[in-house]
Antibody, heavy 116, light 106 residues
Framework: EVQLVESGGGLVQPGGSLRLSCVAS????????MSWVRQAPGKGLEWVAN????????DYVDSVKGRFTISRDNFKNSLFLHMNSLEAEDTAVYYC??????????WGQGTMVTVS | EIVLTQSPGTLSLSPGERATLSCRAS?????LAWYQQKPGQAPRLLIY???TRATGIPDRFSGSGSGTDFTLTISTLGPEDFAVYYC?????????FGQGTKVEIK
């Protein structure tokens, strides 16, 4: 079964840091651009960051530039999001996703980050 | 940044009816997708590249449009189709989503 499983969410104080992880099973992430997408409570979806298959290209939404870093380990079939200087506005469920044809094809179940 | 505006915000329909959801882009986009999200679940990809159904998606879901105007049609609503639907576009290394359309039971 193709699956993405996120972990690492939790409660953190403003200004704090958190590292999210996402492990894939049933497929290899080596062939995919990978992404993080978040959803604040009761709100819509917001793309956060992308990383190319090789890890050499990364893109971020403006609101997290300089604070968040996306990375990957293809050997461990894993994706990461390092989040620093967290703000209340970063409170959300964070989903990892695999990109295909410019769309988010495979999604994890999400991990909740609360900044308070 | 391309802004996507979905309409209507809420669509109240009965099972068996046809649903037509709109997504309008502030600038022309070449890559448009649609997702379904149910409460407490992750989104699910329905349509990519405006009109191609994702793997396993029933043929009652169809997408159309180009440029700035796109439509998701559900030909006959099943009880499992009541959910929130989002459109999403890619352009200039940025991905943006619409605000969503809730399809609710009338």
């Amino acid at each position: 079964e193709v699956q993405l499983v996120e972990s690492g969410g939790g409660l953190v104080q403003p200004g704090g840091s958190l590292r999210l992880s996402c492990v894939a099973s049933g497929f290899t992430i080596r062939g995919f651009w990978m992404s993080w997408v978040r959803q604040a409570p009761g709100k819509g979806l917001e793309w956060v960051a992308n990383i190319k298959q090789s890890g050499t290209e990364k893109d971020y939404v403006d609101s997290v530039k300089g604070r968040f870093t996306i990375s990957r380990d293809n050997f461990k079939n894993s994706l990461f999001l390092h989040m620093n200087s967290l703000e209340a506005e970063d409170t959300a469920v964070y989903y990892c996703a695999a990109l295909s044809y410019f769309s988010f094809d495979i999604w994890g179940q999400g991990t909740m980050v609360t900044v308070s | 940044e391309i802004v996507l505006t979905q309409s209507p915000g809420t669509l109240s329909l009965s099972p068996g009816e046809r649903a037509t959801l709109s997504c309008r882009a502030s600038q022309s986009t070449s890559h448009l997708a649609w997702y379904q999200q149910k409460p407490g679940q992750a989104p699910r990809l329905l349509i990519y590249e405006a009109s191609t159904r994702a793997t396993g998606i029933p043929d009652r879901f169809s997408g159309s449009g180009s440029g700035t105007d796109f439509t998701l049609t559900i030909s006959t609503l099943g009880p499992e189709d009541f959910a929130v639907y989002y459109c999403q576009q890619y352009g200039s290394s940025l991905w943006t989503f619409g605000q969503g359309t809730k399809v609710e039971i009338k």
